[in-house]
């Protein structure tokens, strides 16, 4: 006979009157949350006691959502990231992040395995992902929290690749076999095998005979190099003389760099830093205007004068403004404006005055913006001397029905000409 043993019962964690007192005031799910019992229990003690369910409040919308969780969508927290099953539900990733939050569930794959741990930095990140089942960034995160470096694959050297070494350039060789410049030369280096092209003592003699590139060129390799060899056998650089004869600082100022270093075969930048450093100015070419040259000044453009002189735009520029003469300005050929023309501008419309004149819209349009003539309008009254005689003396409704014109019009031409405004018979004292 088997005898039966009785498992031992669960003790049952009493109600205090703390946790009814919160039940009601929330979401059955949050009041769960906050005492640490399960929601079933807070559910099942609420409608033991009577006590109703708690509206939601605009709180609870932000942080789960308007419409109610079911039992389905409380099931698939955890089993996922929290974006994929926002897009299955249909929820925002907010609401359900902030729900198994407040549920207490873990993310399912969250939780690091010894195993899993050492597998970090084994392969890639990507690899280790797809191998474990974690999103690539917590496997990046992962190793980087534990100090673990990531991981490189090493490409070891051929004995193909380690004869290409030292036949030609770095760069080129890198380019053949598919490596770096810098890993090219470190193991060329380390090899101990030197470089494509050594220094003969014709290369030494060419350098500081010419500028570091034309030596380069000729030797067929790079401007470092040629600096660096040059420095170390103590050369100095052919930009830069540093013997000058007396005949040769003779002649500095005396025409352009340019000019002297041609004369003697010197670099322009060598000449410039002599003349600078031994204080002497800069060659100008000094222009001296005589009566007749300034008489010509204004007659006709800087530019024709120039040409003519045999001197440079600026300077003819420089020597008219100085003498304060205006710079010659060709007047347009054509017709000149009679005094007729003159004073039927804005009578007529611009295009009838064209017609009638025989001249250019354009050109009539301009006169009459230079003359202040506004544009013709055949409803504008033409104010005469008769009119104006009428201000002062009639009030400026009469005057307005008299010439035809509104009262505005009327007082805005007394206001110009400043005369004041004609008392009524009323207001006239006898």
Same mark, same amino acid.
């Given at each position: 006979m088997k005898v039966q043993t009785q498992s031992p019962a669960k003790e049952i964690r009493r109600w205090m009157s703390k946790e009814d007192a919160v039940l009601g005031k929330a979401e059955d799910a949050v009041v769960a949350h906050k005492i640490g019992r399960a929601v079933k229990q807070v559910r099942q003690r609420r409608k033991q006691l009577g006590i109703a369910a708690a509206p939601k409040s605009r709180e609870d919308d932000a942080l789960l959502g308007p419409t109610p969780w079911t039992k389905k969508e409380d099931a698939l927290l955890g089993?996922? =990231?929290?974006? @994929? @099953? !926002? *897009? /299955?539900?249909g929820r925002? @990733?907010?609401w359900v992040r902030n729900r198994r939050k407040l549920l207490g569930i873990v993310i399912s794959g969250t939780l690091w395995t010894k195993e899993e741990d !050492?597998? $970090?930095g084994s392969a890639t990140d990507k690899v280790v992902a797809q191998k474990t089942g974690h999103s690539e960034k =917590?496997?990046?995160a992962r190793r980087k929290r534990l100090g673990i470096a990531p991981f490189h694959t090493v490409k070891l050297w051929t004995k193909k690749e380690d004869a290409l $070494?030292? #036949? #030609?350039?770095?760069k080129i060789v !890198? *380019? /053949?076999i598919g490596r770096g /410049? =810098? =890993? @090219?030369f470190q193991r060329r280096q380390q090899l101990g095998i030197a470089s494509s092209r050594s220094w003969s003592k014709k290369d030494d003699a060419l350098l500081g #005979? !010419?500028?570091?590139p034309i030596i380069a060129r000729k030797i067929g390799c790079s401007i470092w190099r040629v600096v660096q060899r040059r420095k170390r056998l103590g050369i100095a650089s052919a930009c830069l003389k540093t013997h000058w004869s007396k005949k040769e600082d003779a002649l500095l100022g005396t025409a352009s760099d340019p000019i002297i270093a041609q004369k003697l075969g010197y670099n322009r930048k060598n000449v410039g830093y002599r003349r600078k450093q031994l204080g002497i100015a800069a060659f100008r070419k000094i222009k001296y205007w005589s009566k007749e040259e300034d008489a010509l000044l204004g007659t006709m453009t800087d530019k024709k004068l120039a040409q003519r002189l045999g001197c440079k735009i600026e300077q003819a520029a420089w020597r008219r403004n100085r003498l304060g003469i205006k710079p010659f300005c060709p007047r347009p050929k054509g017709r000149t404006w009679s005094r007729e023309e003159n004073e039927l501008l804005g009578t007529m419309s611009d295009e009838s005055f064209a017609q009638r004149f025989k001249r250019n819209i354009i050109s009539v349009k301009a006169r009459r913006t230079v003359k202040k003539i506004p544009v013709f309008n055949p409803k504008r009254h033409v104010w005469r001397s008769e009119d104006d005689k009428l201000f002062g003396i009639r009030p400026d409704e009469q005057i307005a029905r008299l010439i035809g014109v509104t009262v505005l019009a009327v007082k805005a031409r007394r206001l110009r000409l400043g005369i004041c405004l004609c008392p009524k018979p009323r207001d006239i004292k006898h």
């Open positions: 089993t996922m =990231s929290d974006a @994929v @099953v !926002a *897009q /299955k539900i925002r @990733v907010e !050492a597998l $970090l =917590s496997v990046f $070494l030292g #036949t #030609t350039m770095d !890198a *380019q /053949k /410049k =810098s =890993s @090219v #005979t !010419a500028s570091d």
